[in-house]
Each structure stands twice: as C-alpha cells, then as structure tokens.
C-alpha cells in the first residue's frame, strides 16, 4: 500500500479517496483498472483539485495521460507556473424592454414577408391554374416557379446591401436595431433555395453577389452559409469540406461581433471543422477534420494543422491528386443546374401537382376558389383522404427510391478511381448521396433493430449482425452508402458522418472507410476512409479518428487531436447479464415491441400534423376566391398559422409522450423500459425548433418543452436533447450549433443526469456540453469545444479544447 511521498502525492490521494469513498489510495494504483473509477468520477476528482489553492490544476487529459497518484504528481510537478487567470469580462445585465421590442420588429418582418409570399403565390396560383391545357399549364408553371425562384434568391442580396451595405469588423449588442438589421439578413439567407447548392459554382458566384472575394476554382461543399460575406476572403483554388462553419461573426456575452476570415490559395479545410472570426489559412495550407481554429489563430503558408484548439501537425490530409477541371467545364456544370431547377424541378413541383389534383374529379373542386366547402364534412373527409394518401405514398415510394434508384447509378461510379468535378460521374454521386441520405427513414428507423436492415437495404456493408436493438442511432450519412462497412457488434450514437470520399477543388475519388468489429462510436464522429482504428475501440464523442499511425485496437479515442484512454470500466459491464443468452432474446424482444410502437407513433404524429397543414391550405384556397391583396393576405396569414400549429402541436405531442412530467436522472441498461421510453421522446419531430433561432420565441419553446430557461436567452442555433434535466441562465450566449446533452448511452449503458448552465454564459460554436456538467455564472466554452460529462467549471472561468480545459499557459488562447 505504502504512503505518497511527497506534499503533492499526499493532498492528491485524499482528495481522490473522498471522490472513491476508500480510506487509502495506493500511489501507485491505477485509477481505472485498480480503483475501477470512470470518466465521471475522475471528473469529479479534477473539479475538487481545482478548488484546492495548494494544488496545480488538473485536466481530464492529465488523469488519462498520468493514470496513478504518482505519475500525476510528477507531471504536475513538471508543469511550467500557470499564467495569470484571465478572467472573463463582467457581461451587463440585458435589456428586457429591448428583448421585447426585438421580438416583436422580427413577428413583424417575419409577417411582412409571409404577406409578400402570399400575395405572390395567390397571383401565381389563377395565373398557373387559368392555363389550357397540360403545355400551358407547364409553362405558366415554369415562368411563374423560375420568376420565384430568382426573386426568392435575390432578396437577401437586396437586403443585404440595403439594410448593411458593406459588412466591417465591429461589434454590437443583440436585441437592438443593429441586431434586427443583421437578424433578417441572416434568416433571409438561411430560408434561401441557393444553400441547395453547396458544392456546384453557382454557389461560389452567389457568395460572390454577397460581397465575398472568391478566387477562381474555389469548391465549397457546405452548407453552413456564410453571413458577414464581405469580411470573407477565400484564395484560388480551395477546397471546404461539408460541415464546416465560417459564419464570420461570433455571438459572445451578449453581443455579435463580426470578423474576418482569409483562406489562401490551394487551401484544404476538413469536415466538421469551425473556422472563428480572425482566422487566417495562407496558402497551401491544411486543416484536418474534426478541428477548430479560435479566434485570431494562424496556419502558415503550406502548413498543417489539427486538432481543436489546431496545433501543428506532419499529417499531410491532401490525398487526393487533381484533375482537368477548366472554367467552362464549371460554368457548363452551374448552367446545366440551374436550367434543371427552372425547366423540370420547379414546374414540376407546381404545374405537377395542380395537375395531379385536377386530375381527380372529387378534389377538383377544392381548388376553385369560388367553392366555400369550409362547414361540409366532405370537405374535411376528402383533405384527410389526400392527406393519407400522399403521405403513405411518400413512405412506400420513398423507400423504394432511396434503396434502388440508387443502384442503378452504382456502376457507374468505381472506387479508388479519380474523377474530375462537375461533370457527369460528379452528378452521379451527388445523385446517391442524396437520395440515400434522406433523413426521414434514419428517424423511423434509428435507435432500433431495424436500422439494421434498412442500412443494409441502401448499401451498407454489415457483415454477420450482432443486434443489440441499439446498432445505430438516428443520425447517419455518408458520402456513398456502397463502400461503408461496419463490422459485427459494433454499436453507434448519433452524428455518425462516414468520410468515404476525398475532394479536391478539381477532383474527388470514393474509397472504402471500414469500422471494425465491437466498437463503440459517440456522438458527432466523422470517420474518414483510411481511418487508423481497428477491432474493439472506444471512439468517444467529437474524437477526432487518426488517418496515420500504427493500428489502434482494444482501446479507447478522447479527444482532437486523439490521446487513448481505457477501452472500458467496471461501470460498463454492469449490466452484460442482460446482454446474451435467454435474457438478451427476451429483452431484445420486448424492446422491438417497444420501438414498433414508437416508430408507429412517429408515423402517425407526422400523417396528423400534414393533414392539419392540408387542411389549412385547402381553406386558404377555398376563402381565397381571387380577392386580390385581401386574398393574398389570407395566404401569408395561413402559412404564419402553419408555422404557429407547428410549433403548438409538436410540444403538446413530446409533452404527451412524456407524460407531462420532468426526466429523471437514470442509470440503467439499454434493455430497461425505461430506456424505451426515454427513446420514444427521441422520436418526436423537433426539427421546427430552427426556425426560430435568433428569437425570443425560441426560449418561449424550450420553456414549454420544459427547459428551465432564463431571461433574455441569446440561442442562434443550440439545441438541447433533454428538456427537463437542463437549466439555463438569465442573459446567456448559445452560439450556432451547439449541443447541450444531457444523456450517453456506451456499450448498452445509459446515463443521463442534469446539466446546470449559470448566468451570462457563452457556448461557442458547434460547442458540445455533456450531462452532469455545471457552469458558472459568467463562464466562457469556446467554440468546437467537448466539455465532458461531470465538468465543473468556475464562475467567469474560460475554458476551450477537446476535451476541454482552462489555459495553462500565457499566451494560450481561449476565445469563445
């Protein structure tokens, strides 16, 4: 046993036997292996050393790098003196008066353009539906759809030029005029057809109308949009993987400050990486997947880097050689889509569907709009009627699109071959990415059995299946589903993003990428094709997966750039009882009933909410009867309706489905009823939530979806899985797409318990708080960043990384 040797060892034993609840700890004992401690513990542990003025701080990379008492003390031993605390600014208390009047500027631009936009479909509807016959009709349809089309994408340029003019590096607070200027351009921009275009040049022009400076041969593959385009600056020949955020401004303490961001020539920028305000790419330089450039950071010409905060790295992620991909090429490849969208995509979707309606003579008369059918029951009988029809005719013909008609065009594509971009094999892959990414099938089937078949159904390569009822979760895409393999008994959470295909700005090229057997990935991976992880490892939420290096296997990932950690603790196994023999057959079995019901109710809630919908533009149509501006007003006020039920009705369904009561903290098996439950709640729609971003309408939702929300919540984009084990404080920043998770489920365990967020804190972009975590009052996360589960982070505290952590050392950036 023996007793530490030193003042340090001494202090750090105690400490971690109040967190293990053991009388003496061995200096040399492992914490995981010997102690049986886990992350959540040793979390803990890191919090009380934290507390302790007599001791250097500790970080959950530390405890995994230096895994005995010893070993720990020497480390910190080692560690140079921390640099003076750089506190986080005091941020003043906001303004509910201009909350308020915030709130009710975007109802009313929001208002004004669903007026606009039914005035203008009103006039477009008689125009469209006065035509003779199927040719008039289709090219009645064509003007008047591609007529929209260019106005709807024109707009925010407009608006952009008129309500700012040039974007400048500034900073103003939010809830005021400057605000709402800045609100309607960025929401105009997001409800804009143009972001379908991510990946073809007219996109690359279009950021161009916007005020960015764009080089030649620049390929941007995400969907992220860019809103301050002027401070953007991308060099010739560059390269943005999807999923990559460079919004050019960043919400911090309550207010929005705008900045540059300058990409070189020939610059490579990875998937699912952040790019802050400030930072600068030279040229030829790379930065991984999975990473983050904070604010002001640099990558030097032909560097490369990784990681989140990005550190230099020798890992070269150009893999890919170029190919022929001239100008006229581009602009015969932006033509031929834009021509596809106004000549067939557009008429047909509304030429078609008069058309298809007209064709039956029961439902003829519910598009004249000088039939007030409003007080019939055939009325109501025949919307739920089409209604029902077009919504099995959705699912039957869905599934049968997305898991042939991509087959056909298999062939066509070869793997390891090197193509050229925007030309006929480029098309046919986005083609398959499309269909057999579609979302709502992932939704019905996700987080049970029959995930299963489904992902073998569009392609995927399984192999012998292990079923757990959990193989997957919601959340999977792919680039093409014909060379992803997963290997048995592997179980994946959601934000699984499979990375087999490389692109250049003037090539791409599909390669196979292979999960080994009895892994477990978390939450929001991206795992490229090449990816060095084998057999039984532990991918931990937002790792960043190593493409060199030898072969990891019966380990555990943490982090970007990755360090191993434990491939499992004692808490895991807890409940393998349950995981094989007779009990596994009848849990599994019970769970499948379970989840037939959900996914039952996710069809049903969804059939009723589009029969509603049906019914309320059907009445629009039928009280419309061509009186002009009134009638137009009569539309848009229809589609605010619409959006209101929406909002209204899917938050008394999740409330319904929860039994209008609060979670509970929960430690249990995936095979518990509980559990099946919970997942239920995973089911219901919530995808409308988005729309509100940016609003003080959006804190109304999460309150009455039962978050314990503050005052004068900033949300640009968070999103938050379990309502009711969240607290939020007054005047705190959610910056866009960040995550607040309440729960993990690893190896068939669930875990779920509260996470507190204090007053006027700030959650960087794409930032990822894990359950357990408590934040104090003025706390700073910075963007890209993995708070783990059980972090304790002090008052006015800033911390950033992955996993993240406070600053050691001076000069190491923390910005939000």
């Known amino acids: 046993m023996g007793k530490p040797g030193t003042v340090t060892e001494t202090v750090l034993a105690e400490v971690l ?27 803990h542990f890191c919090a009380r050393v934290r507390k302790r003025e007599d001791l250097p ?45 915030c709130g009710a500027l975007q109802f009313l631009v929001f208002a004004l353009y669903c007026a606009l936009a039914g005035m203008v479909t009103g006039r477009g509807y008689e125009w469209v539906s006065s035509g003779n016959g199927v040719v008039q009709v289709y090219l009645r349809s064509a003007i008047f759809g591609g007529a929209v089309f260019i106005g709807v994408c024109t707009v925010p340029v407009v608006a952009k030029w008129v309500l700012v003019g040039r974007w400048k590096e500034t900073e103003f607070p939010v809830w005021g005029l400057a605000y709402v200027r800045f609100w309607t351009v960025k ?35 995400s969907h992220s949009v860019p809103v301050c385009t002027d401070l953007l600056t991308i060099g010739a020949g560059t390269v943005i993987r999807k999923d990559t955020f460079f919004l050019c401004y960043q919400a911090h303490a309550g207010r929005i400050r705008t900045g540059r961001v300058t990409l070189g020539s020939e610059v490579y920028v990875g998937e699912k990486t952040v790019l802050d305000i400030g930072t600068v790419m030279g040229d030829g330089s790379q930065l991984g997947h999975s990473s983050a450039l904070y604010d002001g950071a640099q990558v030097p010409a032909g560097g490369r880097a990784h990681g989140s905060p990005a550190q230099p790295t020798d890992v070269d992620y150009v893999r890919i050689p170029a190919a022929d991909c001239s100008t006229p090429r581009r602009f015969g490849y932006g033509l031929t889509a834009l021509l596809q969208m106004l000549l067939v995509y557009v008429p047909l979707a509304l030429g078609g ?118 193989n997957f979760g919601t959340e999977v895409q792919h680039e093409t589903p014909y060379l992803a393999t997963v290997g048995s008994g592997t179980m994946v959470a959601d934000g699984l993003s499979i990375v087999n295909a490389d692109f250049s700005s003037t090539s791409f090229r599909l390669s196979r990428a292979v999960i080994g057997p009895r892994n477990f990935l978390g939450n929001n991976i991206a795992y ?50 349950l995981r094989e023999g007779d009990e596994l057959k009848r849990r599994l079995a019970a769970k499948n009933r379970s989840n037939l019901r959900s996914m039952g ?69 995936i095979y518990d009823p509980y559990f099946w439950w919970h997942e239920r709640l995973w089911k219901v729609p919530d995808t409308y939530i988005q729309v509100f971003n940016g609003t003080p309408f959006k804190n109304l939702i999460w309150r009455l979806l039962g978050v314990r929300m503050g005052r004068r919540i900033f949300d640009d984009g968070a999103y938050i899985t379990e309502r009711t084990l969240t607290t939020i404080g007054d005047d705190c920043t959610l910056a866009a797409h960040t995550k607040v998770q309440s729960h993990s489920q690893e190896d068939g365990t669930f875990k779920s318990e509260m996470i507190t967020i204090g007053a006027r804190c700030t959650l960087g972009v794409g930032a990822l708080v894990h359950y357990g975590v408590s934040m104090g009052d003025g706390a700073e996360l910075a963007a890209d960043s993995f708070l783990m589960k059980g972090e304790e982070m002090p008052a006015r505290s800033r911390w950033g990384g992955n996993p993240a952590v406070a600053p050691r050392r001076a000069g190491q950036h923390m910005a939000p």
């Open 17 to 43: 036997a109040g967190v293990v609840r053991k009388e003496d700890i061995p200096l040399d004992s492992h914490f995981f292996d010997d102690l049986g401690a886990n992350s959540l513990v040793m979390a």
């Open 528 to 577: 490229p094709s090449g990816g060095r992880t084998g057999d039984n490892c532990l991918l931990a939420t937002k790792v960043m997966v190593p493409i060199d290096g030898e072969l990891r296997e019966g380990v555990g990932l943490l982090g970007s750039p990755c360090f191993e950690i434990p491939r499992s603790v004692e808490r895991d196994s807890r409940f393998d009882h």
């Open 353 to 470: 569907t008069y058309m298809a309606l007209t064709v039956v003579p029961a439902l003829d008369h519910l598009l004249d709009p000088n039939t007030h059918d409003l007080d019939s029951a055939r009325f109501y009988g025949e919307a739920l009627g089409l209604s029902l029809v077009a919504f099995v005719g959705f699912v039957v013909l869905g599934f049968a699109s997305v898991s042939l008609l991509p087959r056909l065009l298999r062939p066509l594509l070869r793997p390891d071959r090197v193509y050229p971009l925007y030309g006929f094999h480029y098309s046919v892959q986005r083609a398959v990415a499309r269909m057999t990414n579609l979302k709502f099938f992932k939704w019905l089937y996700g987080d049970s059995s029959y995930i299963v078949g489904y992902l073998k159904a569009i392609g995927y390569d399984l192999g012998e299946v292990e079923q757990t009822g959990s």
């Open 57 to 101: 701080s500790v970080s959950m990379r530390d405890v995994y790098g230096y895994p005995t008492i010893r070993s720990l003390a020497a480390a910190l031993a080692d560690t140079p003196e921390p640099a003076a605390v750089v506190e986080a600014a005091e941020t003043p208390a906001g303004s509910t008066a201009r909350y308020l009047l």
């Open 187 to 221: 929401a105009l921009l997001h409800a804009n057809p143009m972001v379908l275009f991510a990946g073809n040049p007219l996109y690359v022009l279009y950021l161009r109308a916007l005020g960015a400076r764009i080089g030649k041969g620049v390929t941007i593959l």
């Open 601 to 669: 109710l996710y069809l049903f809630v969804r059939w009723l909410h589009w029969f509603v919908l049906t019914v309320l533009g059907f009445a629009a149509v039928d009280l419309y009867g061509g009186e002009g501006i009134g009638g137009g007003l009569l539309i848009g006020a229809s589609l605010m309706l619409g959006l209101g039920f929406t909002a209204g009705y899917y938050v008394l369904v999740e409330r319904m489905v929860g039994g209008f009561r609060p979670l509970e903290p929960k430690l249990c098996s």
